[in-house]
């Protein structure tokens, strides 16, 4: 919620009492799989507020930019196109708009029990953290993950407690106490390559004592809760595609146009020739798409 980025789960033992209120910003961010594979999606709320209200500034600067860069996202990961590419055109986008992209985050490709493959896209080009330079190919899946900021774009941990983790599935330790092991032979069960949280386990304080020395030894990875300052604005949108030989397919993911009350048409204006093409393409594409289905519909009716 707001300044929140992402990760918050709090358990129901917890004490956190959080209220949403009317004009609260909120994040709903959802994966699921099947036999392995796997669809992810996120969306942004602004709760209690009319589609077509008036948006402020800022917030409408996130809202566009972060709508603009889904849909390059989404049209730009084809084959033969590289990652660093796609990284450009973000940059391009969050400059028109005078916003900033979350550090850290990146899109990634999916595979059969595999969250985190190893194609990857930043979504902000940074000095501390680089990945390999990779080119798309037919028939990959992979998550569109735009987070968009007015603040710094630079979130760290407070002080709530984490609860989501996963498993790190090559590394391995022989652990020394029985809840421990007890957990983590529950974790291997359950969740042997995807992320969970602590309420999923049997026993939450029997998981909150094994958990210490899984994650000491490194068998755990932690999804901390982490925090912008207080009073940003984020827009977080995710969704899953699949790149096929005749055009990329979203098969996750809600309409993506932001609120009816946004108004950025100076600044979409300023974006570069190449990426209002793309967005026209891509719209160009959305259309037909329902026109089609309307004709179906109305074939049925009939």
Do not use: W
Not at 196 to 214: H, I, M, N, P, W
Not at 248 to 258: C, E, Q, S, W, Y
């Amino acid at each position: 919620v707001n300044e929140c980025v992402c990760h918050f789960n709090p358990l129901d033992s917890e004490e956190i009492e959080l209220i949403i209120k009317d004009n609260d910003l909120v994040k709903i961010d959802l994966g699921v799989h099947v036999d392995g594979y796997i669809a992810v999606v996120a969306h942004t709320v602004n709760v209690g507020v009319a589609d077509e209200a008036p948006v402020a500034d800022t917030l409408a600067n996130c809202y566009s930019a972060a709508y603009v860069a889904a849909q390059a996202a989404t049209s730009l990961i084809r084959p033969g196109k590289k990652n660093s590419e796609i990284t450009k055109v973000m940059k391009q986008i969050m400059e028109t708009y005078g916003v900033t992209s979350i550090s850290g985050t990146l899109m990634h490709q999916l595979k059969r029990f595999v969250m985190d493959g190893n194609k990857m896209i930043m979504l902000r080009d940074e000095t501390d953290q680089k990945v390999d330079s990779c080119e798309f190919e037919e028939n990959e899946v992979y998550v569109v993950d735009i987070a968009v900021t007015n603040g710094e774009g630079k979130p760290k941990e407070v002080d709530t407690k984490t609860t989501i983790y996963k498993r790190v599935v090559d590394r391995k330790y022989h652990l020394k106490v029985k809840n421990s092991r007890m957990i983590f032979t529950e974790i291997c069960q359950k969740f042997p390559s995807m992320p969970f949280s602590v309420r999923a386990l049997s026993d939450e304080k029997t998981a909150r004592v094994g958990l210490r020395e899984c994650l000491a030894h490194d068998l755990i990875v932690p999804y901390p809760v982490l925090y912008e300052k207080k009073g940003v604005n984020i827009v977080h949108y995710k969704c899953t595609i699949l790149v096929l030989p005749g055009g990329n397919l979203k098969i996750t993911g809600m309409d993506l146009a932001p609120p009816k009350g946004v108004d950025t048409k100076e600044l979409d204006a300023k974006l570069p020739e190449e990426i209002k093409n793309v967005i026209a393409e891509e719209e160009a594409r959305k259309a037909k798409k329902a026109a089609k289905k309307n004709k179906k519909k109305a074939a049925k009716k009939k």
